[in-house]
């Protein structure tokens, strides 16, 4: 069949009109969910999905909105060809394969990162590069000596040289964990 539309008189159940619409391109019956009509009011709504055949994509039609200032209604009946339910099927199909492989690409993505953030968590006696900040030059190298907190480093003490008096080094440096990166290859964090 198609979308039956009907136009209400206002708050009265007399009919004004009534007319067709989207003949041969409804594919799927009416859903309703609940959404915001009016600033603070809900209501539910009433919407269907038909084939735009200038588009080549389907697309969702409100039917109605179940609230008292509405007066237009359309009642859906499912009649699209059967290629038409076929395509819609297949771009279903690929969007949701697009889907799967974004959602595929981004757990990638985290575990990577992930992995890089384990290997650039600065530990004692691991030798680091400055790569950002203001008072110590990005590409100084040093190995780490101090940290304020084993488990989450924030602040780092740097030793730039072996050179120590009295049991303590002389050349040193204090940067922020976020500065540092590790210099060894990063085979070796995930190995």
């Known amino acids: 069949m198609a979308i039956n539309w009907t136009e209400y008189e206002v708050n009265s159940n007399e009919v004004k009109r009534t007319w067709t619409t989207h003949e041969g391109l409804v594919v799927s019956p009416a859903t309703q969910r609940e959404a915001r009509v009016m600033s603070d009011v809900y209501a539910m709504v009433s919407s269907c999905i038909v084939w735009d055949a200038a588009t080549g994509t389907t697309k969702s039609i409100t039917l109605g909105t179940h609230f008292e200032c509405c007066t237009t209604f359309g009642e859906a ?29 981004w ?18 006696g691991m030798q680091m ?31 730039l040289s072996d050179r ?20 060894a290859p990063m085979a070796y964090a995930q190995a």
């Open 107 to 124: 757990v990638a993505e985290q575990a990577r990162l992930a992995a890089e953030a384990r290997h650039n968590t600065p530990q004692r």
């Open 129 to 159: 590069r400055v790569i950002r900040g203001r008072k110590t030059l990005p590409g100084t190298e040093g190995k780490v000596f101090w940290l304020d907190d084993y488990r989450n480093p924030t602040r780092v003490g740097l030793a």
């Open 164 to 183: 120590k008096v009295n049991g303590r080094h002389t050349d040193v440096a204090w940067v922020d964990a976020a500065y540092l990166v590790n210099t």
């Open 77 to 105: 009946v499912v009649d699209a060809s059967a290629d038409i339910v076929a395509e819609v099927a297949r771009q279903d199909a690929e969007a949701e394969d697009a889907l799967a492989a974004q959602q595929q690409a």
